[in-house]
């Protein structure tokens, strides 16, 4: 019996706090889709610009309990240049995704996202030299082709709002790669209390130029959005702390059911079918290169930095 479940997914669910961190992804889903749908109806009333600088605001809020547990030394880096391209990185992404949920179908922009773990694993390739075989790469290219089929270019307009979806994914695949490289000298909490710090006065001056004062109710759906914002890091953190991500990860989809419902119920949107079409590409290409990288020490015990077999 051991040996049935001595790697791959069997393994995993067979591990004591499978089912908790499984359940910490799910509410992260749906604590992630519950924000952009929140982003996506103030977008109507304020600014998305302005939005984004609320989010990281009230972020700040949030995480600021950071700071007295760890003190000022949470916020030295070893590396301040790479910490400094994170930022602008981070903060670049998220404008372009809530602007783009100000002129998207929620289910589709949330669809187009999937698409950053493709992205992560080409970037790993080109930046960090990780190797890759010839399964990965037919799950890459499938996933690629499931983004063609969501946008469809050359057959329909491709819109701003789906390309800057597109586009933030890209850049939000580089943020994952910058991150993994400041893990090796830097603590999570350094890296998200300096983020939130950095960002919020950026994004306000990014917002200035097109302010609207917030009544109190927007700005109670502003708070709303950076408390999920908030849980949605603590809960990936703690499915992260108690099971494996090539388990947990692939639970995070579920977002893009929230999604359809939220956005069916708030906005009366109705998914295409090649949105589905396209998403489930994605979704399976995803899914099956984490399942390939979670056989990899059963494929390969050797310690060469491959990417998968």
Not at 156 to 171: F, K, N, Q, R, Y
Not at 204 to 227: D, H, N, R, Y
């Amino acid at each position: 019996m051991r040996a049935t479940i001595r790697f791959g997914w069997a393994r995993l669910l067979a591990a004591p706090n499978a089912s908790k961190g499984i359940s910490y992804m799910l509410i992260s889903a749906l604590s992630g889709a519950s924000m952009n749908a929140t982003v996506r109806y103030l977008s109507a009333e304020l600014p998305p610009f302005e939005i984004v600088f609320f989010r990281n605001f009230f972020s700040v809020l949030a995480l600021s309990p950071l700071l007295f547990r760890y003190g000022v030394g949470v916020l030295k880096v070893s590396r301040p240049g790479l910490m400094s391209l994170r930022v602008v990185f981070d903060l670049v992404g998220m404008l372009m995704f809530f602007v783009a949920l100000s002129l998207t179908p929620l289910a589709q922009a949330v669809a187009i996202h999937f698409s950053t773990p493709l992205f992560v694993t080409v970037l790993a390739l080109v930046v960090l030299g990780e190797r890759i075989r010839l399964r990965r790469i037919m799950g890459l290219l499938i996933g690629f082709v499931g983004t063609w089929v969501i946008l469809r270019p050359g057959i329909v307009d491709v819109e701003a709002g789906p390309t800057l979806a597109l586009v933030s994914s890209l850049i939000w695949g580089a943020t994952i790669i910058v991150i993994k490289v400041l893990g090796r000298t830097e603590s999570s909490a350094s890296q998200t209390m300096i983020m939130a710090l950095a960002a919020t006065p950026l994004a306000f001056l990014v917002a200035l130029p097109s302010w609207v004062m917030p009544t109190p109710t927007q700005l109670g759906w502003l708070a709303l959005i950076g408390a999920l914002g908030a849980l949605g890091h603590w809960t990936v953190a703690q499915a992260m702390k108690l099971t494996e991500a090539t388990l947990a990860a692939p639970f995070d989809f579920t977002r893009l059911l929230w999604a359809a419902v939220i956005g069916y119920a708030a906005f009366g949107e109705v998914p295409e079918g090649w949105t589905w079409l396209g998403a489930f590409m994605i979704i399976g290409s995803v899914t099956y290169i984490a399942y390939r990288e979670s056989q990899r020490p059963a494929a390969d015990a050797s310690p060469r930095r491959d990417v998968g077999a």
